[in-house]
């Protein structure tokens, strides 16, 4: 008699393994993704900053504008790797050490949309 095919103990020995491997891979990716989105948001305003300190510099002055970041080129308030903010009419001021805030006094401190998910990001960390 010539056998084609497998046995019933192969396939479930097969799925079984596939069920394994995908209880270690699911997780691991998930925690993977989850990571890289807070990277983007802290990237997202790290950007922001860099364009503040840009603009001030350009035009020697402390106070500047989202619109007017957005008018120049220095900043998109939505990019192309599916990060975005709702920030509209945000004003920014750079104090005499460098660092950049909200003209009222406030960090740097902005909600992001990464992938439909809302953060609350810094230049140094993201939390959802």
């Given at each position: 008699m010539n056998k084609k095919g497998f046995t019933l103990t192969e396939l479930i020995v097969v799925i079984v393994i ?71 009419d945000a004003a920014f001021s750079r104090n005499e050490n460098g660092t950049v805030e909200f003209f009222n006094g ?23």
């Amino acid at each position: 008699m010539n056998k084609k095919g497998f046995t019933l103990t192969e396939l479930i020995v097969v799925i079984v393994i596939i069920g394994l491997v995908l209880l270690i891979v699911i997780p691991v990716s998930s925690n993977i993704m989850q990571n890289n989105a807070e990277k983007k948001g802290t990237f997202y305003v790290q950007t922001l900053e860099n364009a503040v300190n840009t603009y001030c510099d350009m035009y020697k002055t402390n106070n500047v504008t989202l619109k007017e970041l957005t008018r120049e080129g220095l900043f998109k308030t939505e990019s192309s790797n599916g990060v975005s903010t709702k920030l509209t009419d945000a004003a920014f001021s750079r104090n005499e050490n460098g660092t950049v805030e909200f003209f009222n006094g406030q960090d740097l401190i902005i909600s992001v949309i990464i992938n439909g998910t809302e953060y609350s990001c810094s230049k140094t960390k993201c939390v959802n």
